[in-house]
């Protein structure tokens, strides 16, 4: 029973490990549309990933685009050059104009192709971001409406141009609600904090595969309490530091960079784990370099999804807040994993309190050394992946 408890835990962390390989180009990201009226003319500007959007993918809820039923559709059009997947834009414009995508107050806006960027150099492991730039001529009117089709998934819009301009989030299926075209419909900071943090969460669980493994790595350190709040702290504090300057712009380094260094840390973590099973006393400032690393990942995040004028400190701390509520359950998921390991060698008679004294540390590391080996492999593969492509 024992030994049946440490195979479904070392398997449910095998799963785990499994989905992070994925190919990134199938990773699903928000739209972001940069609203602005000027003379009674509004623009938008659009960062769309339209193979998407063109091989009908439903992106609702949607965390990998292989989940979906069309993922071979998608895959072939990935492979297309750019411009024959601009050809296939009028076709989406169609059904938004139908929708409408904009409105104000309660009249449709017709909104036609100013110019349409899909970049030709973008490797094919990586998705694409297309830029579309759309215009129209507004009616008379106060307030101005976006409204995103089903399916669409997750859609930032930013206005610009204006005094404490609108951004929010919304998602497949609704609608921005009203926005002053004069300005003043900005955020609270109360608002702003709380609508970061499931963004902040999101990058953690499930779209931060890379930052599971690596908490995961440190759990896997040992059975005690202590090393593992030295690891997080050190952590924590790290990445704190280089999302703000990296948010800022006072730090800017290449993704082409620090990704395949941040897959680094996840071999050299899940290494050490296999070699040694207490805290030495280098891994809380090798742990704090890492971070480091991983907090200019986070910037990178949320650089995509801009933040609001006016408001970057609550932004900037409602994102760091979910990204640290997304690490405490990882934490939270792999010790209900332990326990129920635990509770399986108690039903397999294990109840004396020696017994359990002896066999559970044996048992978490087998866990430890098992769960570290994947990780180690799946962040080998990370990083030749993320340095050859």
Do not use: C
Request: no cysteine; glycine share 10%.
């Amino acid at each position: 029973m024992l030994n049946r408890s440490l195979f479904l835990l070392t398997k449910l962390m095998f799963v785990l490990a499994l989905s992070s390989l994925p190919a990134r180009a199938h990773e699903v990201l928000p739209t972001i549309a940069d609203l602005a009226v000027t003379d009674g003319a509004v623009e938008m500007q659009i960062e769309i990933n339209l193979e998407a959007f063109a091989a009908g993918i439903d992106l609702d809820g949607l965390e990998d685009i292989n989940e979906d039923a069309q993922s071979d559709d998608y895959d072939a059009l990935r492979a297309l050059p750019g411009d024959e997947i601009a050809a296939r834009a009028p076709a989406i414009l169609e059904r938004w104009n139908a929708l409408p995508l904009l409105s104000v107050d309660g009249a449709p806006v017709t909104l036609s192709t100013q110019s349409l960027t899909v970049p030709d150099d973008v490797p094919e492991s990586l998705p694409r971001g297309s830029v579309w730039i759309l215009s129209g001529v507004l009616p008379e009117g106060g307030a101005v409406t976006v409204n995103w089709p089903e399916g669409g998934g997750d859609l930032v819009v930013r206005q610009q141009g204006v005094a404490a301009p609108f951004t929010g989030f919304i998602s497949g299926g609704e609608d921005s609600g009203p926005i002053a075209i004069a300005g003043g419909d900005q955020q609270t900071g109360w608002g702003t904090f709380a609508a970061y943090i499931p963004v902040g969460f999101d990058h953690i669980l499930p779209q931060g595969l890379d930052h599971i493994l690596f908490v995961l790595g440190l759990f896997f350190l040992s059975t005690h309490l202590r090393p593992l709040i030295f690891q997080v702290t050190a952590f924590t504090l790290a990445h704190t530091v280089t999302l703000a300057l990296g948010a800022l712009g006072l730090v800017n380094i290449p993704g082409s960079i620090v990704e395949p260094l941040i897959a680094a840390s996840i071999v050299y973590v899940a290494v050490e784990n296999i070699f040694f099973h207490r805290l030495n006393t280098w891994r809380p400032a090798i742990i704090f370099g890492f971070g480091l690393l991983h907090g200019l990942g986070f910037a990178s995040v949320l650089g995509e999804f801009g933040l609001p004028a006016g408001q970057f400190v609550p932004a900037l701390i409602g994102f760091n807040v979910g990204v640290e509520v997304g690490q405490l359950t990882v934490i939270a998921i792999a010790f209900v994993l332990l326990w129920l390991a635990v509770a399986g060698a108690r039903r397999a008679g294990l109840e004396g309190p020696e017994e359990m004294v002896t066999e559970y540390p044996v048992m978490f590391r087998a866990v430890s050394v098992t769960g570290s080996l994947i990780i180690a492999l799946i962040g080998i593969y990370w990083v030749i992946e993320r340095t050859l492509l």
